[in-house]
């Protein structure tokens, strides 16, 4: 993953760039890892790519945010395989700086659900533009959030900026750097959905702001920061969404053949 215009998380900054003339920094750095042939863990769908990617297509069209949930249960073995397949994205210099914490505990999400509405209550009262809030009101949004208690799931997705300090280290030792962590969580929480939706299930993009109260609530270290809080379950029964209408491929798609 190559920056242009932002600097990696934890590295230099355009304003204070490495020497170029200290020619050290590239002495004694770790040898090139083992590489393995691709052939045998590439997928195959079975059928030509553009009949793979229409298939897919045609399930993902399907997906859709819903904020009404059913407390029908959904197994543990179900969310680890979601979160099995978020832990495949791609992420800068492999440091794979995201934490899933998956919460089904009911007094914890009691917990969650207040202090969000707690901020929710502030954003709609005094943060939120008239522009912020004309843009919600056709979605029927408002400080009120049910779903993180009725939702059998809450994955709480925390970006890491620092990797976690290695195995047995004394308390203290800092983690080490990472690099691009939003672009790579970003990319993590989009094959979450992904998964969920493929499982059969539903899913809610929720962020409280400021999310600080997630890391406290969950016992977090501090090298954890919140990014998301996706609720995840079946939907309630005669779920009702938005006739909302996506942007067409010639509004979202520039080709230059």
């Given at each position: 993953m190559n920056g242009v215009n932002d600097s990696p998380i934890g590295g230099p900054t355009p304003t204070e760039p490495p020497d170029p003339r200290d020619r050290s920094r590239f002495d004694?750095?770790?040898?090139?890892?083992?590489?393995?042939?691709?052939?045998?863990?590439?997928f195959n769908p079975g059928v030509p790519p553009e009949?793979?990617?229409?298939?897919?297509?045609?399930?993902?069209?399907?997906?859709?945010?819903?904020?009404?949930?059913?407390?029908?249960p959904v197994s543990r073995?179900?969310?680890?395989?979601?979160?099995?397949?978020?832990?495949?994205?791609?992420?800068?210099?492999?440091?794979?700086?995201?934490?899933?914490v998956c919460v089904s505990n009911p007094a914890l999400k009691t917990k969650i659900r207040a202090a969000a509405e707690a901020e929710e209550r502030e954003f709609y009262e005094r943060?939120?533009?008239?522009?912020?809030l004309e843009d919600l009101a056709p979605l029927g949004t408002d400080p009120n959030k049910p779903f993180l208690e009725v939702a059998p799931w809450l994955i709480v997705v925390?970006?890491?900026?620092?990797?976690?300090?290695?195995?047995?280290?004394?308390?203290?030792?800092?983690?080490?750097?990472?690099?691009?962590?939003?672009?790579?969580?970003?990319?993590?929480?989009?094959?979450?959905l992904a998964?969920?939706?493929?499982?059969?299930?539903?899913?809610?993009?929720?962020?409280?702001?400021?999310?600080?109260?997630?890391?406290?609530?969950?016992?977090?270290?501090?090298?954890?920061?919140?990014f998301v809080v996706i609720p995840v379950g079946y939907p309630s029964e005669g779920c009702q969404v938005p006739d909302?209408?996506?942007k067409s491929l010639g509004e979202i798609a520039?080709?230059?053949e």
């Open positions: 004694g750095l770790p040898p090139l890892l083992p590489h393995v042939p691709l052939e045998p863990m590439r009949a793979a990617a229409r298939a897919f297509f045609g399930v993902m069209d399907r997906r859709r945010t819903v904020r009404t949930f059913s407390d029908r073995e179900t969310i680890e395989w979601c979160v099995r397949t978020a832990g495949t994205a791609p992420s800068g210099a492999h440091k794979q700086p995201w934490r899933f943060r939120a533009s008239r522009q912020w925390f970006q890491m900026v620092k990797t976690d300090p290695p195995p047995g280290s004394p308390a203290g030792t800092p983690g080490g750097m990472v690099y691009y962590r939003e672009e790579s969580v970003g990319i993590a929480v989009g094959m979450l998964a969920i939706h493929h499982a059969g299930l539903v899913a809610l993009t929720h962020t409280p702001s400021p999310m600080g109260f997630l890391r406290e609530v969950l016992g977090r270290p501090e090298h954890e920061r919140a909302l209408k996506r520039v080709f230059r």
